[in-house]
């Protein structure tokens, strides 16, 4: 029996000398996984990935007055109609500049009021084909999750050059 302290120290030295020829260098495999790991995800192109939303948004409009700017316009560059969804804290409001004028009063902000809203511009969509403009503008308390719901919304309607707008601040 060991019962010393230099005798049990001497024991445990043996005993670690014997072990290290038989220990692993784990160092090269952590390195090879986690490249592994990068480039998977650097060229991973699947359904999954595809699947992700994202939204090309756009700068909002601008309006040509004069006539000579008007010509210099490509024919699908030319904007006809000018479609805004503005998004209050109960409601939404969604407006358009053709034949008159649209105005229409969304109540609430989230669930039904959503299908109502992409109804209503797939509607618009529908009406006036070469559009593909829409600007949001939102109310200050507005939520990120509001947001991003009508975004997706828009893009469902096929919209495809959403712009975020902010309004002046009383």
Do not use: C, W
Request: proline content about 4%.
């Amino acid at each position: 029996m060991a019962s010393t302290y230099f005798h049990r120290t001497r024991i445990r030295r043996a005993a670690r000398k014997a072990a290290s020829g038989e220990q692993i260098n784990l160092v090269p495999l952590v390195d090879i996984l986690t490249s592994i790991v990068f480039f998977s995800l650097l060229t991973y192109a699947g359904s999954a990935l595809a699947a992700l939303t994202s939204f090309d948004l756009t700068l909002p409009p601008a309006i040509v007055e004069k006539p000579e700017q008007i010509a210099k316009l490509r024919e699908k560059d030319a904007l006809n109609l000018l479609l805004a969804v503005r998004v209050y804290d109960d409601h939404m409001e969604v407006e358009h500049s053709a034949a008159g004028g649209f105005h229409r009063r969304i109540e609430g902000i989230t669930g039904a009021s959503l299908d109502t809203l992409e109804s209503q511009m797939a509607a618009i969509r529908a009406q006036y084909p070469q559009n593909r403009d829409v600007l949001v503008v939102p109310a200050d308390g507005i939520s990120y999750d509001a947001v991003v719901g009508i975004l997706e919304r828009l893009k469902r309607a096929r919209y495809s050059a959403i712009a975020l707008g902010t309004r002046a601040r009383k």
